[in-house]
């Protein structure tokens, strides 16, 4: 490790957003990476440990504040997420609440130890944003609630807002008896939505921030490379993969919580992340070719459901 290199700390590095930013350090030599997993052992941690020898691969959770402090000794930079969608968080009496503290033993952990700079992966809380219009999103809200206690504190950070997953289509998918691939959304099938593929797309954001980083202290910076329909996205699908496709309208009443029918609500806004222009403006600055439908087809592989 170079002298001069800065020492960045990758929370969950083998998921799609930290995998991401460490694809888009490794090799630099102004970074050296310590790249965070619950189980150095795991398949995917190991994975990662022989394509990047170089990377230090080092064991913490979110869950227990000590480890997460060994982590972030003597970083320069922490990167951090976490994942609503765990077994501590979703067996939990109180999922949001579990969520927002391992956030702040991450935030508490970095002030203790000196980090001198922070970027966490947060979401827009509906019910903020829409002054009650929506109501609660537990997938989000819990991170939005880290968010607030980061800026809040005597520490620089900055946060990035994911737009909607293109890869949420995967699981939105069967096989019809006829070879055809049925996507389903709720919601306008052509409004614009505004997408993202968090493996191509965060990786180079977080990177721009980072060698730009005093002028985003204290911000919140959106990560989409703009809106596509639900019809463009499914349309984009049976252009790459040669496969007939349809697009389903799922009534809000058969889905499964108020979470999720919020959600739809939330993203039927146009504006739902940020404002269009000033997305496009800090896209040009990124230098990114970010993904559009047939580039995440393209880029993913994916053929339909077997």
């Not at 609503?84 to 391992?102: G, T």
């Not at 019809?176 to 709720?186: I, L, P, R, T």
């Not at 639900?230 to 809000?252: H, W």
Request: net charge negative.
């Amino acid at each position: 490790m170079s002298s001069s290199a800065e020492v960045v700390v990758i929370f969950g590095a083998t998921g799609q957003q930290g995998a991401s930013v460490l694809r888009s350090l490794a090799g630099s030599p102004n970074y050296h990476i310590r790249a965070v997993t619950r189980s150095t052992s795991s398949a995917n941690a190991q994975r990662l440990s022989h394509e990047y020898p170089s990377v230090e691969l080092v064991e913490a959770d979110l869950e227990d504040i000590n480890t997460v402090m060994s982590a972030v000794s003597g970083a320069n930079i922490v990167f951090g997420v976490t994942q609503f969608f765990q077994s501590a968080i979703m067996n939990s009496d109180d999922p949001v609440e579990r969520e927002y503290q391992q956030g702040r033993n991450l935030v508490d952990a970095c002030v203790k130890q000196n980090v001198p700079y922070v970027i966490f992966s947060s979401c827009r809380s509906a019910k903020h944003e829409t002054n009650g219009e929506i109501g609660d999103i537990a997938f989000f809200d819990g991170k939005f609630r880290v968010q607030e206690y980061l800026l809040s504190q005597p520490i620089n950070a900055t946060v990035i807002l994911l737009a909607a997953y293109f890869q949420n289509f995967l699981t939105r998918a069967q096989l019809a008896d006829d070879g055809a691939v049925e996507f389903w959304y709720s919601g306008d099938l052509d409004g614009p939505v505004m997408q993202v593929d968090p493996d191509r797309d965060t990786g180079p954001v977080v990177r721009y921030i980072i060698e730009n980083r005093k002028g985003y202290f204290g911000k919140a910076v959106p990560v989409t490379g703009g809106a596509y329909s639900p019809q463009q996205v499914a349309d984009a699908f049976s252009r790459v993969a040669g496969v007939p496709t349809r697009l389903e309208n799922m009534a809000p009443e058969k889905l499964i919580s108020d979470d999720m029918r919020n959600m739809f609500k939330f993203f039927a806004r146009h504006d739902w992340l940020g404002n269009p222009d000033e997305i496009r403006q800090f896209n040009a600055k990124v230098g990114h070719e970010f993904s559009t439908p047939d580039i995440f087809w393209q880029t993913n592989g994916w053929r339909g459901p077997e």
